[in-house]
Structures are given as structure tokens and as C-alpha cells.
């Protein structure tokens, strides 16, 4: 059974750091890219980052470029989110999701599993 599990959210200023976790369960983790996804109050998901396999290729949402870096741990089955200079745009929820084999990664009907999300809440 795939699970993933989110952690790390929290409500933070301004200007601050959070590190979002995603553990992964049920599947064979280095097999597969991964994403984080957000989701804004009363919008709908967007794609935030996604990272291959063996974790060397990261891409970002230009909103987010610069100050999110995403990693992974293999030997952890753990997927990561460091989240830099966050600004009050950046509140959401956050998610991690698995890209199914052959996905385009940027694409939301390509992610097959989701975690619960975490909430981040970026206020003064």
C-alpha cells in the first residue's frame, strides 16, 4: 500500500524558513520522480518543484525559484521541501506526491499518489 506522510508545516513570519518531509512507504522510492504541490485557500493545486530519481535534477515554479530548494533521501524513502524567505503568498497546503512511470512532471492528473499536506501559514 502506497502512503506518503508530510510533516514540518507550521505558521512562521515573514522572511522565514520552514522544512517540509515526506516520507514514503509501500514502493520502491528511488524508482520514481516526486513533487510537492500547493494548494492556496479556495484555489486550486499548483505545481511547486519535482526532482528525479537520483535526486541530481530539481525544478521550480518561478514563484518559488531561489528561495525553495527540494532534495531527497533515498536511503530514508524521504523527500524534502527547505523553504527559504517565505513570504505570505507562500501559505497553503502543501503536498508530496509521486509522479506515475512516464508522467509529465508539471502535469497534476500524472500524480498518482498524494500525501495529506502539511499546512504552511506565512503572517506577520
Known amino acids: 500500500q502506497v502512503n506518503l506522510l508530510e510533516s514540518g508545516g507550521g505558521l512562521v513570519q515573514p522572511g522565514g524558513s520552514l522544512r517540509l518531509s515526506c516520507v514514503a512507504s509501500?514502493?520502491?522510492?528511488?524508482?520514481?520522480?516526486m513533487t510537492w504541490v500547493r494548494q492556496a485557500p479556495g484555489k486550486g493545486p499548483k505545481w511547486v518543484s519535482h526532482?528525479?530519481?537520483?535526486?541530481?535534477?530539481?525544478y521550480y515554479a518561478d514563484s518559488v525559484k531561489g528561495r525553495f530548494t527540494t532534495s531527497r533521501d533515498n536511503a530514508k524513502n524521504t523527500l524534502y521541501l527547505q523553504m527559504n524567505s517565505l513570504k505570505p503568498e507562500d501559505t497553503a497546503l502543501y503536498y508530496c506526491?509521486?509522479?506515475?512511470?512516464?508522467?509529465?512532471?508539471?502535469?497534476?492528473?500524472?500524480?498518482?499518489?498524494w500525501g495529506q499536506g502539511t499546512q504552511v501559514t506565512v503572517s506577520s
Open positions: 506526491a509521486r509522479i506515475r512511470l512516464g508522467g509529465v512532471p508539471t502535469r497534476i492528473d500524472d500524480y498518482d499518489y
Open positions: 509501500g514502493f520502491t522510492f528511488s524508482n520514481y520522480d
Open positions: 526532482i528525479h530519481t537520483g535526486g541530481s535534477t530539481t
